[in-house]
């Protein structure tokens, strides 16, 4: 008697673009969207087609060129998940939905739209890399993404003042800290440079 393989579930992308076709976020685990012309393009085509459903239920199901995508439309983005053609959808539409009800407590008011997601971009990702390594689903329980997103929120020590991250600094922001920075390093040197002149 021989043993069947079974392989494991896998996700080939998930894309979360807005409704002008602008990319807000993306991973991509397949070989053959390597290329960012071909992400762009298959973003676009994602767009076409799910621009052509009327259906305003809560996940809909793209059959398209060796792919099966699950989406699902925010305020004024959508959420997709891919899959190589062979790929069981109810397991896709299992990762969008916990996605995007992560999102939905993640997120400010529970608004899945372009300002909020470009202005949370940090909270996107992470949940994006909580629920997929890979292309290895790693979990499907929104709950559970938003308590690890949150503990690795909390793992980072709160940044002294002129230490925040540099994306959440203003530009003025960001050469006050340099500037602060330098002036720290050059007192630590003994106010002068060493060397032969």
Known sequence: MSAAIVAEPNVSSIVIIDSQGERI???????????LHA????????????LKCSSQSESDILLFDGHVA?????????????????ENEII??????ALFNAYASLLP???????????KLDIVLLALDEIVDSG???????SAIVNRVGMRGADA?????????????TPQQALLSLKEQMTRAFKSTGG??????
């Open 25 to 35: 976020a993306a991973r991509y685990f397949t070989d053959d969207l390597k290329t």
């Open 92 to 97: 896709l539409v299992e990762v969008l939905n």
């Open 192 to 197: 002068g440079f060493s060397g032969s002149g």
């Open 70 to 86: 699950v989406f699902r439309e925010g305020k004024d983005v959508y959420l997709f998940v891919t899959g190589d053609q062979n």
């Open 109 to 119: 008011g529970g608004s899945l739209d372009r300002h909020t997601m470009l202005e």
């Open 39 to 50: 992400q762009q393009q298959f973003e676009k085509s994602l767009l076409s087609k799910a």
């Open 157 to 169: 020590a709160p940044a002294p003042a002129g230490m925040m991250p540099l994306q959440a600094q």
């Open 136 to 142: 290895v689903i790693l979990e499907i329980e929104p």
